[in-house]
């Protein structure tokens, strides 16, 4: 019987439930130091100067240091530098400017952690204050005050031509709806904050301990930004506590850490504190969306425009090239005849944007999924219908959009009713009637929302790739290296199934190794929720190679020809056709020489997972309250592997997707100072927000990779968002409530009751 389907426990969790984790900061180096970053103040400030030396006179400090002691290294480019202004490039420490509160301005370095704080207060740093930028509506026009004078504006990116949207793309729409909509800012907020440990030895090389999303692109980012080799950096991935996009690559702090280790020529370390992280650590989301939909009275969309404005933080990140990524997916699974998308992405004094669980994709089916509703509230047909109308029938050759994306397979439709059936949407609209009839003061509303989103991209030529080694022991044990990085996915359990399904050796018997890039030193990390579709199917793929390998083995063991040999996975062993008892172990022939194969897989493209989120939410029009009565999803992620794992990958995403559309936000005062610094401020869901899950099942299988599985880690943050923020709006609809921005918090909700009723009034 196969294993692949099954629900096999996670390998890794007997250690997490019983010794526990060894995350960055558990790990002791001897000799060890201890850096602490001094932050800006101020959101936006010339430096005067920055005094150091009382820091270096207080107790157990080695060492400070201030930008001009770095003033040697390159700055931390902007990802890609063909369509961002690279005059917006970031020092690791602040040279002559601050662009946002949090950024680092200096490092005292201790003996121990506790000395680093209070040293910290002991640096004078002194500002001249600038006008700052905080609102992202207003950064990219003029007067505006400006980041990098040298850049000319606030604009670091521009996607499409505004000047070339067509005036006539809604001409003959019998409705037209247009609505600039919020998608807010958030926190990544690990349970884990960013951490590193640095070591140089003898021969010069950079041993550095970072929690990460991949330690090769890791590598590449810390080696730029210190202006090393490739080769003299090896990065080794501890225990990851959770890194939702942002953990890939490297920051300034993890290169400012390694760069102290090699001054003092003794090892150092650094973990911050939740403050510092939530002001820190990059922020995701953040675009101001103008949404025009317009179509025929029956339903039918006929045209749609999405205006983006990206706020791309103090520093050009991955947040600048979002919009990228919402204009690939902006008609999301919806035929619509004419669509247009445009964005610039804006500096402003905030902490910088990167990529965060969904990465732009959720914020293509948010507007989309807004603009659904938006049209359906118009038109007055039902927000289901309106979507059963416009989406794209089921296809199984790929599909190209207008904008450039190649949808692998799709069946968008049976989605969304297999959603609104598992939901009963029929009853809830029943009830709903009910309750608005009976004036019950807390109101019911469905939310509704599909998407289709794309899982594994990649530019490499030849498409995206990743590589597996698979190697088979004389003790019958098996050992796989992958380039993927897993920190909460579950990939050892999933790769020792995959392995053990064409070798034939038990789970509890095969060790998956990662993230040491002097034992895996390529690999593309885990991101894009790629790791199945290239990842698994390259481990997949070396444990068919090595049976290949292994049959000639076999074969001279045996005396036979290899095409007369079988291999039984049952007793992972070669046996002569018709002939089991003339048979050799696999293990048996690692005896000799080490049985090993390293591969590549390649995939033809990314594949585009989809689904139906359905929320159902009880609000209070009196207080605003919101609670979440039941969110019910199908996510066809194709062939699923391990159910029990995409299943929790599916409950994670679904809960942060809810959390970011009532609950999360990242504030800033019109002068950039944060004011969600500290878990009191920026509240996240917990268990006790969450109802139990309803998911629904749904598989069609991609043909881009022999496992037929699409990605599954980002569905969860995609889908629930807008599934909840329109259920929200829903259950007040009837009071002429049309839109409500994220989050939509008690006071959001309360107060768009009251300016509800007050245009009733009027
Ligand atoms: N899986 C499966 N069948 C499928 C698809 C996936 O059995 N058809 C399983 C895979 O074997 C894997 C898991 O589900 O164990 C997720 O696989 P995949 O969809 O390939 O996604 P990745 O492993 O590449 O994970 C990346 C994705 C992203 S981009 C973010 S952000 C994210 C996420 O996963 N961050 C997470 N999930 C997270 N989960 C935790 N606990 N912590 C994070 O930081």
């Known amino acids: 019987m196969s294993i692949l389907g099954t629900r096999v426990l996670r390998t890794e969790d007997p250690r997490f439930l019983t010794t526990g984790g060894v995350y960055t900061e558990d790990l002791q180096l001897p000799g060890q130091c201890h850096v602490f970053f001094v932050r800006s103040p101020i959101a936006h400030a010339r430096i005067r100067s920055v005094d150091v030396s009382a820091a270096r006179a207080a107790p157990g400090v080695i060492a400070a240091y201030t930008g001009a002691d770095l003033a040697d290294l390159p700055l931390l480019a902007p990802p890609m530098p063909q369509m961002i202004s690279d005059q917006m490039g970031q020092p690791l420490l602040a040279r002559d400017v601050v662009r946002f509160v949090g950024e680092p301005v200096a490092v005292v370095v201790t003996e121990e952690a506790y000395q680093g704080e209070d040293a910290a207060e002991l640096v004078d740093a002194d500002y001249e204050p600038l006008p700052a930028v905080v609102d992202p509506a207003r950064a990219g026009e003029p007067g505006a005050a400006v980041l990098f004078p040298e850049a000319g504006s606030n604009v670091a990116a521009t996607f499409g031509d505004p000047a070339a949207l067509q005036d006539d793309l809604f001409d003959g729409c019998e409705v037209v709806v247009r609505r600039t909509i919020l998608n807010q800012r958030v926190a990544p907020a690990p349970m884990e904050t960013r951490a590193a440990a640095a070591e140089w030895g003898e021969d010069g090389r950079l041993t550095a301990w970072i929690p990460n999303q991949g330690a090769q692109g890791t590598r590449s980012a810390l080696a730029t930004m210190l202006g090393l080799d490739e080769a003299g950096v090896r990065i080794i991935t501890p225990d990851v506590g959770g890194a939702f996009g942002a953990k890939f690559g490297a920051d300034p702090e993890h290169a400012v850490v390694c760069w102290v280790a090699r001054q003092l020529d003794r090892p150092a370390r650094w ?50 090239f979002l919009p990228a990524l919402t204009i690939m997916m902006c008609p999301g699974p919806y035929a619509i005849g004419r669509a247009e998308a445009v964005a610039r992405s804006v500096m402003t004094n905030t902490t910088p944007v990167g990529a965060y669980r969904g990465a732009g994709r959720p914020e293509a089916t948010a507007a989309v999924e807004r603009a659904m509703d938006l049209f359906a509230a118009e038109t007055g047909v039902d927000p289901a219908e309106v979507r059963r109308k416009n989406l794209l029938p089921k296809f199984s050759e790929p599909h190209t959009t207008a904008f450039g994306a190649v949808y692998d397979s799709g069946d968008y439709v049976t989605a969304l009713d297999a959603a609104l059936a598992a939901a009963g949407y029929q009853e809830l609209r029943q009830e709903q009637d009910l309750r608005r009839a009976a004036g019950d003061p807390v109101q019911l509303g469905i939310g509704l929302a599909c998407y289709v989103e794309i899982t594994g991209p990649g530019a490499e030529a030849g498409g995206p790739k990743e590589n597996a080694t698979v190697e088979v022991h004389a003790d019958g044990s098996a050992t796989i290296l992958t380039g993927t990085s897993p920190h909460g996915q579950g990939h050892a359990t999933v790769w020792a199934m995959l392995a053990s399904e064409e070798l034939g050796i038990p789970v509890d018997k095969i060790t998956v190794k990662w993230g040491d890039t002097d034992l895996v030193p390529e690999g593309g990390g885990t991101g894009g929720s790629r790791s199945l579709q290239q990842g698994g199917a390259a481990v997949q793929q070396a444990a068919r190679e090595l049976i290949d390998l292994a049959r000639d083995r076999a074969a001279a063991h045996l005396e036979a020809s290899p095409a007369d040999l079988v291999f039984d996975p049952e007793r992972s062993a070669f046996a002569v056709a018709g002939d089991p008892d003339a048979a050799v172990p696999l293990a048996r022939l690692a005896e000799t020489s080490r049985l090993l194969v390293r591969t590549i897989f390649s995939a033809p493209g990314p594949t585009f997972p989809f689904g139906t989120h359905v929320a159902v939410t009880d609000v209070d029009t009196e207080t605003g309250k919101v609670v979440l009565r039941r969110v019910i999803t199908v996510d066809d992620a194709g062939t699923v592997i391990n159910p029990l794992l995409a299943e929790g990958q599916r409950h994670g995403g679904i809960a942060q997707g809810a959390a970011q559309a009532f609950l999360e936000e990242v504030i800033y005062d019109a002068d950039g100072n944060p004011l969600t610094a500290t878990f009191a401020d920026y509240p996240f869901l917990s268990a006790t ?74």
Do not use: C
């Open 271 to 320: 973990t911050e504190t939740r403050n510092e992280n939530l002001i820190g650590m990059t922020h995701g989301r953040a675009q101001i969306q103008t949404v025009t939909i317009g179509g025929r009275r029956d339903g039918t969309v006929e045209a749609y425009r999405l205006e983006i404005v990206q706020d791309a933080g103090a520093y050009p990140r991955f947040g600048a």
């Open 689 to 762: 927000e969450v109802p139990s899950f309803e998911l629904a099942d749904m598989a069609t299988p991609t043909s881009y990779n022999p496992l037929g599985a699409k990605g599954i880690g980002e569905a969860g943050t995609i889908g629930a968002t807008p599934a909840v923020q329109n259920a929200v709006i829903d259950a007040l609809a009837h009071l002429g409530v049309r839109h409500i921005d994220l989050p939509a918090s008690p006071q959001r909700v309360w107060r768009a009751v009251r300016e509800a009723a007050a245009e009733k009034g009027a």
